[in-house]
């Protein structure tokens, strides 16, 4: 019996430790407070966007990068359609 007691102790001791590290009780507390819940969502969605937005324009620029690479090559066929592309490209902006 008091074998079983000491094995029940150490494991809620170990749940306990585990909680501890999830920040379990600092995550449910946020739920309760529906402003900073907000707060929190919204600047993670401004983290995204900003991410997505320089992420993009990073691609975009090494793509257009190499498209320039590729037409000083002068492969017969790609490469009059990536002048034709970065032409383009370039008259826009």
Do not use: C
């Not at 008091?2 to 494991?11: A, D, I, M, N, P």
């Not at 919204?42 to 037409?71: D, E, H, N, P, S």
């Amino acid at each position: 019996m008091k074998e079983s007691w000491e094995k029940l102790q150490q494991k809620t001791e170990e749940l306990v430790t585990r909680m501890e590290r999830l920040r379990l009780a600092e995550y449910v507390e946020m739920f309760n407070d529906p402003k900073r819940l907000w707060k929190i969502n919204f600047l993670a969605g401004l983290a995204r966007g900003l991410g997505t937005a320089v992420g993009f324009t990073i691609l975009g620029a090494l793509v257009l990068y190499l498209l320039q690479r590729l037409v000083l090559l002068n492969l017969p066929v790609i490469g009059d359609f990536i002048a034709h592309l970065v032409r383009l490209v370039l008259e826009r902006y």
